[in-house]
């Protein structure tokens, strides 16, 4: 990316704001970056966490196997789910707040004896399940963030602070120049001058 600019003390003047602005923003960028690296890295092991404990609970039901085909899966089903939006390191993230389970009446005498208990083994898979999706998801969302994040602080690090120091460099030489080869033709305008007060003496 090129840094457009002109040789003069407006241009510099631009070109020295441009690159103090993208010098303050980059302690403030990489912080960010690492911070989102941090709760990417929370968000994977958290929903990861969530599925070895969904796993463990499928293993330790498996006893219950058998049982499971005399159930009604019409019994329970799940009405809604609250997301919530919560902020972290700066990214809206999605959070599980509730599940509202449809449960259907059942005649308790004329069921098995564990369809409650059924209920509540269903419920606490399924909470396991759509919170490690959540998890998932908020995972995606933060390490999208981190990777837009990690570009910026290249762009700024890389590419522009440079390419700004660079062209403030350049500005300044020419003027420089400019100036030096100003008071070189007012000598030399000056040398002649006196040099032709001179002759007519």
Known sequence: MAIKFQYNKTSLNDMGKQLKVRQNALPTLKNKESALRLEVRKAKAKSMQLINDLDASLKRYDYLAALWNEFDPGLISIADVDLVTVKVAGVKTPELKDI??????FNAFAKPAWYADGVSILKELSR?????????????????????????VNLYEKVQIPGYQEAIRKIKRFMEDEENLSKASSKIVKSRHEAEEEAQL
């Open 100 to 105: 509202h389970y449809e449960i259907h009446d």
């Open 128 to 152: 396991l399940g759509i919170e490690s999706e959540v998890y998932k998801e908020k995972s995606r969302i933060l390490d999208f963030q981190r990777k837009k994040t990690t570009q910026k």
